[in-house]
């Protein structure tokens, strides 16, 4: 597939171009949330404090990559990276505290809830990435 047939797909900054990203960025997030949750952290933090860690280890990624693959370069690189940690750092805030509501309060398991949580905050993170962060606003 050449430059053209993909942007004909997935145009830059649509949410299909994002959530294809996101799926990278989301199983990035998920293996170090999964190897912290083996580790000995899980015992001496929480399930939250465990989310929370993978959910900042998995931000400096997230910006590069939608950096480079959802959106473009039109602005200076550290305007995006501030305003994407400011985006992650809300995000990361709220989906830590919304998955904590939903592990103490709903009884499904750990992985469903993790699929219910980022389907939410993704979409936050696309909306906020695309107006506030790039500016697209075609």
Same mark, same amino acid.
């Given at each position: ?44 933090? !929480? ?9 900042? &280890?998995?931000?400096?990624?997230? #910006?590069?990559? #939608? ?15 501030? @305003? ?5 750092? $809300?995000? /990361?805030?709220? !989906? ?18 993790? $699929? $219910?949580?980022?389907?939410?905050? @993704? ?5 906020? &990435?695309?107006?506030?962060?790039? /500016?697209?606003?075609?």
């Amino acid at each position: 597939m050449d430059k053209s047939q993909l942007l004909a797909i997935a145009p830059r900054g649509t949410i299909r171009r994002f959530a294809s990203a996101g799926a990278i960025n989301t199983l990035l997030f998920w293996i170090f949330w999964e190897l912290l949750r083996l580790s000995p952290a899980l015992e001496l933090i !929480s399930e939250t404090g465990i989310w929370a860690g993978a959910w900042v &280890m998995s931000c400096t990624i997230a #910006h590069f990559t #939608h950096r480079y693959f959802t959106f473009d370069g039109r602005k200076d690189v550290k305007t995006t990276m501030l @305003g994407a940690f400011a985006v992650y750092a $809300i995000g /990361g805030v709220l !989906s830590t505290i919304f998955f904590d509501l939903l592990v103490t309060n709903i009884a499904l398991p750990i992985r469903v809830l993790f $699929i $219910i949580n980022m389907l939410v905050w @993704g979409l936050f993170t696309w909306a906020t &990435m695309r107006w506030f962060v790039f /500016g697209y606003a075609d």
